[in-house]
């Protein structure tokens, strides 16, 4: 019986064996892995795709032979049919599993950005954490242009996107758009690059309504943008009463509080209280810290300024109905009547009080 | 008596664990976030609490059957019901496990060829898979209970990866709490169901646990695992619903299979594809104890051979898979499918524990006046 049984199990055992090795394999050398895309408009109404992937040589001799980045791009009338254009172009086979960048050109961006993120979402072989950019100007330039520090432009732009996203830039990344846009009280943001010569500057928060880029806010206001968005450790902001007297501060710590009266005073709107605790050192300075700028008047005069600059910010988005911060979805989980519809109504006159205490531990290893 | 089952095919109270435990975590866990929250929006982590609750009264009243007659499903719908109608009921069971394999095999079929190779047939797969399966239950109950615990073990490296988002979540997602109604709560707890249909085995696999010692250890086993498959099933839903934006899990087929995506590991990628691999484990025991739940009620209603009946049903399965595997055919069958399910647990072992009770109360009354 135990025979009987065992010998038609080894043979469909071995059998089954043969089914190995039926999926074609896919050889490094022998396919292009798209590292970056770039979207911009043609003309009028085409659409100038660009792909960036490395090439990697072979060493001759000593030394490690640097990759060199391959950049393709095609004109197409829709966003899905640059792949199929690429593909007449290429003498390998496109894979876009190892995708880290996908830039849009600002005017593209404008007209709405969700159709071309969701080629990106539908494909299960693209990471949810994929970096994505609005460029001013083409972004294919950027993707074309030859960089000091990396030869591979999408290994550039993805290092710069990690680096800020643990400084002064909040996370940006496909998943955060996508959750962003999806969220009832909130839109999304994402940087806003520029080629500058030898490099790609970060220039700024570009702004989104529902999927419709509108407008950015400077560098120089990200980190009070951040500030508002999140709580975060290490970022730098300088504060300068003129131009020869300025302190530099490094945040050790900077932890955000939501309190939302629901009702508000009067019984109708709510009431947003916003309230920052910075906790930094003074990292440069040039002037002596006394007197005026001692370090307990410099807390005060943070303060102040952080303040100020964070309800400036703050009445800015107000005035562009959008709003990246996300209160309204702040508002959302404190009322339980909640309505998407009344909050866009009354986003841009709401009562939103910013509250800001700075503490300084230091003020670096001299007086 | 026929339903004896011999001492040395029986296995340890504890393996009983494994067995329910590997049975409620299945292929369920996939993509249930997307079904209860397209019904209670955030709230749906109270429909999972309620679901835990309501299934283990329900393990709880079948233990009590089971108690009773201290023997199988065969035997206690022929005692009941009568050997024709009790057979009939039997049948139903047996070809509802049937469909809980298809189930299983079909969904991780579609999960390859998404995911992984798109090109794949469907037998390359289902082949395989059967093959293994085919071995296990040639082992006995005995065997398939030890790979149930070898898929508990397997699945710690899926544990640790859920960890990866956990700095990323926004807890404000949850608040306010409960704004939803109770109507949306439960309806939301009915689709859960789906995901704890396996339980049903409990009433093929008692008479094959020992009893060991003055204290009946079975019931607490099966408690201990009906309460870590429901806070399993808590806890990745909160991750789920923190870490995505409720209007947007909705969107994904698959949030756990998305979730996986944000493992970025220095020599690896894409976690997703160790995931579905090591996604064998956990539907083995579902597809063993399933065909091994089926093919048992065949042997004990018309004698034939196991062995025979589960060479039979891998081909059958086969056979009739591939018309399943896309997903437009595949959601509707789930969705009959889900159906039995929970018309299986919610209304008909309930209705068992009661028919039981009545009768039991009958034979003692018609007892007592002879």
Known sequence: ?367 | MASEVKENKKVSPYLLYFIIYGNEIGIGIINYQRAITNSAGYDAWVSILIMGLVISIVMWMTTEVLKDHQSDLITIHKRLFGKWLGGFLSFLISLYFLAITITVLNTYVLLIQVWVFPTISYWEVSILLSVVALAYINGGLRSIASMSFLSLIFSIPLVLAITAPLSHLHFDNLLPLINHSTASMFAASKKLAWNYEGISILLLVYPFIKETGPKDSRRQWIFYATSMATVGYLVLYLITITYFNPNEVDKYLWPTMTLWKIVDLPFMQRFEYIGITIWIFIILPNICLSLWGASRIFKRLFSINQRLVVSCFIIFINLIGPFFNDQPRLTLWDKYQSICGLYEILAYLPLLYLYNLVHKKMRKSHAKQH
């Open chain 1, 1 to 367: 019986m135990q025979n009987s049984i065992r010998q038609p199990m080894m043979i469909i055992i071995l059998i089954s064996l043969c089914l190995t090795g039926c999926v074609k394999p896919r050889i490094i050398d022998d396919i292009r892995l798209v590292q970056a895309r770039g979207y911009d408009y043609y003309q009028d109404h085409l659409l100038l795709g660009t792909i960036t992937s490395p090439i990697f040589f072979q060493s001759t001799g000593s030394g490690i032979v640097q990759p060199k980045s391959d950049v393709m791009s095609v004109v197409v009338k829709k966003a899905t049919e640059i792949d199929n254009q690429l593909e007449s172009k290429s003498e390998y086979q496109i894979e876009p599993g190892k995708l880290l960048v996908s830039l849009y050109n600002s005017k593209i961006a404008a007209d709405g950005l969700l159709q071309y993120v969701d080629i990106l979402k539908r494909n299960p072989n693209i990471s949810i954490l994929t970096n994505l950019a609005v460029t001013q100007g083409s972004a294919r330039e950027i993707l074309q242009g030859h960089y000091a520090s990396n030869s591979l432009v999408s290994e550039y732009l993805s290092d710069l996107f990690n680096k800020h996203a643990n400084s002064n830039f909040p996370q940006t990344n496909m998943h955060t758009f996508l959750y962003q846009f999806s969220g009832d009280g909130m839109d999304p943001f994402l940087p806003l690059l520029k080629k500058k010569d030898k490099h790609i500057q970060i220039i700024g928060i570009a702004l989104f309504k529902g999927d419709k880029y509108i407008d950015y806010i400077p560098y120089s206001q990200a980190f009070i943008f951040k500030m508002l968005y999140q709580s975060f450790r290490k970022g730098t902001y300088t504060l300068s009463s003129t131009v020869s007297k300025y302190v530099s501060i490094e945040n050790i710590s900077s932890k955000i509080d939501y309190r939302v009266i629901p009702q508000g005073i009067n019984g109708h709107h709510p009431i947003i209280k916003i309230s920052i605790k910075q906790n930094g050192y003074v990292k440069e300075s040039s002037s002596l810290l006394q007197g005026k700028y001692s370090m307990i008047n410099l807390q005060k005069a943070l303060a102040k300024k952080l303040q100020k600059d964070g309800t400036l910010l703050v009445k800015h988005l107000q005035r562009l109905q959008t709003d990246p911060l996300g209160i309204g979805s702040h508002v959302r989980s404190f009322q339980r009547n909640w309505s998407k519809e009344a909050w866009k109504d009354y986003y841009p006159d709401a009562d939103i009080r910013i509250k800001v205490k700075v503490t300084l531990k230091h003020e670096g290893i001299i007086d």
